[in-house]
């Protein structure tokens, strides 16, 4: 279908050599699809749009996902690499480290990544050089640690769920642990590689952990539900990393808005069109937090969110 796409692109231009001419594609990839990435990838388009490139008019917006696949990652990058896109948009480490280890030409901004020096995407976020820029979304380890505390005062053993093939989830597991061993409690790991073991690996912290806490990290993040299932059989309070997975059933997180995270990805594809160099734009973490509860979630996990809680969070979900 992509190709497709791009060949009658390139009918339009024999066509039309005027609307051509001012014709740009924008490649966008996510490593799976659940509503944090979706969200960031429909805020990279309206971006665009309200820079003045509109798909269907001036605009070709691509768009695959890699289901989850490190190797459909690959495959993926190989493909719109090929294809030579005016920038490509990876969303997500996994699939960001596809992109960037196979071009130094084309444009590269992407984004949700949450340590792009860790994953060896750059070297320096100042001045990142070469053809790479983008946005980090490095969660607010401090506030989420904050909000555990606050709605379950009483905890003693955080366990916490993740994928350790995503650098991302290295990454905020140890800036997590640091900070729960500094607050003098406990961290309890279970890794699932997988979407399919999130569930065995959420029931593994049964017994171990006296809440849990869901990173970005995107294979868990994948499987949400399968992890809020045990939270609730076991009534162990489930926290989350993003605000998209409050409405899927975690009782509470604080963090990032990921369609205003694309729409400011997007906002440095428009300055990429418009003629800047990516290695010229400074690598920045992603503005905004938002607090979003669920007070029926935390019912069936046995936990009361506090009013004071309710009272200040932006979104309070029915």
Same mark, same amino acid.
């Given at each position: 279908?992509?190709?497709?796409?791009?060949?009658?692109?390139?009918?339009?231009?024999?066509?039309?050599?005027?609307?051509?001419?001012?014709?740009?594609?924008?490649?966008?990839?996510?490593?799976?699809?659940?509503?944090?990435?979706?969200?960031?990838?429909?805020?990279?388009?309206? &971006? @665009?749009?309200?820079?003045?490139?509109? +798909?269907?008019e001036n605009l070709t917006f /691509? #768009?695959? *996902?890699?289901?989850? !696949?490190?190797?459909?990652?690959?495959?993926?990058?190989?493909?719109?690499?090929?294809?030579?896109?005016?920038?490509?948009?990876?969303?997500?480490?996994?699939?960001?480290?596809?992109?960037?280890?196979?071009?130094?030409?084309?444009?590269?901004?992407?984004?949700?990544?949450?340590?792009?020096?860790?994953?060896?995407?750059?070297?320096?976020?100042?001045?990142?050089?070469?053809?790479?820029?983008?946005?980090?979304?490095?969660?607010?380890?401090?506030?989420?640690? &904050? @909000?555990?505390?606050?709605?379950?005062? +009483?905890?003693?053993?955080?366990?916490? /769920? #993740?994928? *350790?093939?995503?650098? !991302?989830?290295?990454?905020?597991?140890?800036?997590?642990?640091?900070?729960?061993?500094?607050?003098?409690?406990?961290?309890?790991?279970?890794?699932?590689?997988?979407?399919?073991?999130?569930?065995?690996?959420?029931?593994?912290?049964?017994?171990?952990?006296?809440?849990?806490?869901?990173?970005?990290?995107?294979?868990?993040?994948?499987?949400?539900?399968?992890?809020?299932?045990?939270?609730?059989?076991?009534?162990?309070?489930?926290?989350?990393?993003?605000?998209?997975?409050?409405?899927?059933?975690?009782?509470?997180?604080?963090?990032?808005?990921?369609?205003?995270?694309?729409?400011?990805?997007?906002?440095?594809?428009?300055?990429?069109?418009?003629?800047?160099?990516?290695?010229?734009?400074?690598?920045?973490?992603?503005?905004?937090?938002?607090?979003?509860?669920?007070?029926?979630?935390?019912e069936r996990m046995g936990v009361?969110?506090?009013?004071?809680?309710?009272?200040?969070?932006?979104?309070?979900?029915?």
């Amino acid at each position: 279908m992509r190709k497709l796409l791009l060949a009658l692109a390139a009918a339009s231009a024999i066509a039309s050599p005027a609307l051509a001419a001012d014709t740009v594609t924008v490649a966008v990839t996510a490593i799976v699809e659940h509503p944090a990435l979706d969200a960031c990838r429909d805020g990279v388009k309206d &971006a @665009l749009a309200e820079a003045g490139y509109k +798909d269907g008019e001036n605009l070709t917006f /691509v #768009y695959e *996902s890699a289901q989850g !696949n490190p190797a459909t990652a690959a495959q993926i990058a190989r493909q719109f690499i090929g294809e030579a896109p005016d920038v490509i948009v990876p969303i997500s480490t996994p699939s960001a480290q596809a992109v960037v280890a196979g071009t130094r030409d084309i444009p590269v901004v992407f984004t949700a990544v949450t340590d792009p020096v860790g994953a060896k995407l750059i070297s320096n976020t100042e001045k990142p050089g070469g053809n790479v820029t983008g946005l980090s979304d490095f969660s607010p380890l401090d506030d989420h640690l &904050a @909000l555990i505390r606050e709605i379950s005062p +009483d905890a003693k053993t955080i366990g916490i /769920v #993740y994928n *350790s093939g995503e650098a !991302n989830s290295v990454a905020l597991l140890e800036g997590m642990r640091s900070r729960v061993e500094a607050a003098g409690l406990e961290l309890v790991e279970s890794v699932a590689t997988k979407s399919a073991e999130v569930q065995g690996a959420t029931r593994a912290l049964v017994g171990k952990a006296d809440v849990i806490y869901i990173p970005t990290d995107n294979t868990i993040v994948s499987a949400l539900e399968a992890a809020v299932k045990v939270a609730e059989e076991n009534d162990i309070p489930l926290y989350a990393g993003d605000t998209d997975s409050v409405p899927r059933g975690a009782l509470a997180a604080v963090g990032f808005n990921y369609h205003d995270i694309g729409v400011q990805t997007g906002q440095i594809v428009a300055r990429v069109l418009k003629g800047e160099k990516p290695g010229d734009i400074a690598v920045k973490v992603a503005a905004g937090t938002n607090l979003i509860v669920n007070p029926g979630a935390a019912e069936r996990m046995g936990v009361e969110i506090p009013q004071a809680v309710i009272d200040r969070a932006n979104t309070v979900v029915k």
